[in-house]
């Protein structure tokens, strides 16, 4: 492969550089907490995008249901509407299994193993297996993300899952357990995530037994959390992996921009260049109708809305997430011109 030394990690020690952080800070606590304000008046009435049912479970939820959590990369939170629903994790698990398989293997090898380019597919894409010689494309679509469920550290299913459940926890900041009945309802229907394990088995990218592997990314999927819980996860990446709010060092910063380009690349599926040409911000959505995005430097945003566009992402929690994005100058890709007489450069 031409792309090798690519491949490698830095050759040098990136946390010892200056100043990493390329942005700044989130405007004054009124202006946020008045933004959020805004956004949820704003949207809360939208009835468009359906609740999604291939889990069964998943029907049962309120197209109602909207709730949003701006945590800032200080800890302190804003919220409204709908933050005490617990739902299933579902998709937005993903990019924070990525994270904990990069901490355990380093990012290099991981992005050897799983891949970081978008499939240009929808989320349970076989024909993306198929058209890519590479097999798994990225991390957080069901091949990849299986992929990387596979290489969680530990010899037996039990002991992988406990380092998922445990990492999962201490993006959140509290000990995060699995909505028994969600994890049933996938486990009793998820035959298509079972044949993508036994694909990528066949084609030697999945890295642990299929059917064990399909099931600890089942309950990884099943974890019940609130829309809180997924900003403080949103900001843990948004402040080079330590959680804002318990001082919990999860991944290193190395890892956590490595996660945060995945995102980018991907996080949305087929509909990841849309949403960076719109929000400018890593995001990452799940069928339950949660959505994390991260402003580095400056704090995590979730929001909570179970109706869905075609590919999967809450429509309620796309509107409001581009409302915040704009309103609060999260954008990465924005820049005004410097003016002459300032700085060196
Ligand atoms: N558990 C779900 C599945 O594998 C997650 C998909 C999603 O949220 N997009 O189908």
Redesign the pocket.
């Given at each position: 492969m031409t792309r090798l030394s690519m491949h490698e990690q830095l050759p040098f020690d990136e946390d010892a550089t200056a100043s990493p952080i390329s942005t700044g800070d989130l405007p004054q606590a009124e202006e946020v907490r008045a933004v959020v304000t805004e956004a949820y008046e704003r949207y809360r009435s939208n009835g468009d995008g359906e609740v999604?049912d291939?889990?069964p479970v998943l029907a049962q939820a309120s197209p109602d249901w909207f709730g949003i959590s701006v945590v800032g990369a200080r800890g302190k939170s804003f919220e409204i509407g709908d933050v005490a629903v617990t739902f299933?994790i579902?998709?937005?698990?993903?990019p924070f299994v990525f994270a904990l398989v990069c901490e355990a293997l380093g990012y290099g090898e991981a992005r050897r193993r799983l891949g970081v380019n978008s499939t240009g597919f929808p989320?349970?894409s076989l024909m993306a297996v198929e058209l890519n010689t590479d097999r798994t494309m990225n991390p957080l679509?069901?091949a990849g993300?299986l992929a990387a469920t596979s290489l969680a550290p530990g010899a037996t299913a039990q002991e992988k899952w406990e380092l998922i459940r445990q990492g999962m926890s201490r993006f959140a900041g509290r000990e995060l357990s699995v909505d028994e009945q969600v994890y049933a309802s996938?486990s009793a229907t998820?035959l298509?995530?079972q044949g993508i394990a036994h694909l990528l088995e066949s084609y030697g990218r999945l890295y642990f037994d299929p059917d064990e592997a399909t099931d600890i990314?089942?309950r990884q999927?099943?974890l019940d959390v609130s829309v809180h819980d997924l900003a403080v996860m949103a900001a843990t990446l948004a402040n080079g992996g330590v959680n804002p709010v318990t001082g919990d060092v999860v991944v290193g910063r190395g890892v956590c921009r490595r996660v945060l380009a995945v995102m980018a690349t991907a996080g949305l599926?087929e509909l990841s260049g849309d949403w960076l040409y719109e929000v400018g911000m890593p995001g990452k959505?799940?069928?339950?109708g949660g959505i994390v995005t991260v402003a580095p430097g400056k704090g995590g945003l979730a929001t909570f809305s179970p109706p869905l566009d075609p590919a999967?992402n809450s429509v309620r929690g796309q509107l409001a997430t581009k409302y915040l994005a704009e309103r609060l100058g999260l954008n990465l890709f924005a820049s005004v011109a410097a003016s002459r007489d300032r700085g060196t450069s």
């Open positions: 999604a291939y889990i299933s579902q998709s937005v698990s993903k989320f349970d679509v069901n993300a996938e998820n298509r995530n990314y089942t999927c099943s599926y959505s799940g069928v339950s999967g």
